[in-house]
């Protein structure tokens, strides 16, 4: 992991790549590049872990390009693959709001670049530039909602493949 200088990217990559990514759309240019310069811009290769689960939420990242992937531990000791995040996405902003710690561990799936807003950022924020905050805030929202319909959707199918299982179950004997 190395912090990269944020003024460079902002500029390597162009505000209209910036424009796209959700978790930013609609924010004014200068909005974007200021919470750049105030966040850490983060450069991860292939393979390499942001985060374990069990670990303080005090932050959140969003993706800025590559794809990270997050793991949720299992009662076997196993892992589940539990979301994956491309550019514009999130990670950790949920633990964070919620005041609980890390339920996944996130790493980079190839080389990925992300932006680590703090808590205190994200306050400052919203002390400071409350219409910028309004937005973002909704932004993240909407990206919120979305996990949770794509979840709500997989558990739906689930159940629905569990009812075909059952179905085709013998009835039970009666005494």
């Known amino acids: 992991m190395r912090e990269n200088d ?52 005090e932050e959140f990242y969003i993706v800025l390009s590559g794809r990270m992937n997050s793991w949720m531990p299992r009662r ?33 799936e190839v080389n990925s670049v992300v932006l680590e807003i703090s808590c205190g950022q994200f306050l400052d924020l919203q002390q400071k530039e409350p219409d910028v905050f309004g937005l973002m805030l909704l932004n993240l929202v909407r990206g919120m909602a979305r996990t949770v319909i794509t979840m709500v959707s997989i558990m739906a199918e689930r159940d629905s493949q569990l009812h075909k299982v059952y179905s085709k179950a013998p009835k039970p004997i009666q005494k």
């Open 6 to 57: 944020a003024l460079d990217y902002w500029h390597g990559q162009g505000p209209d790549y910036f424009r796209e990514l959700s978790t930013f759309g609609a924010l004014p240019d200068e909005a974007v590049l200021r919470m750049l310069q105030k966040g850490r811009v983060i450069s991860l290769e292939a393979g390499e872990r942001l985060y374990s689960k069990g670990e303080s939420s």
């Open 76 to 108: 076997d000791g196993g892992w589940t693959l539990a979301r994956c995040h491309e550019p514009g996405d999130d990670m950790g902003f949920v633990p964070m709001i919620a005041l609980v710690d890390r339920p996944a561990s996130t790493q980079a």
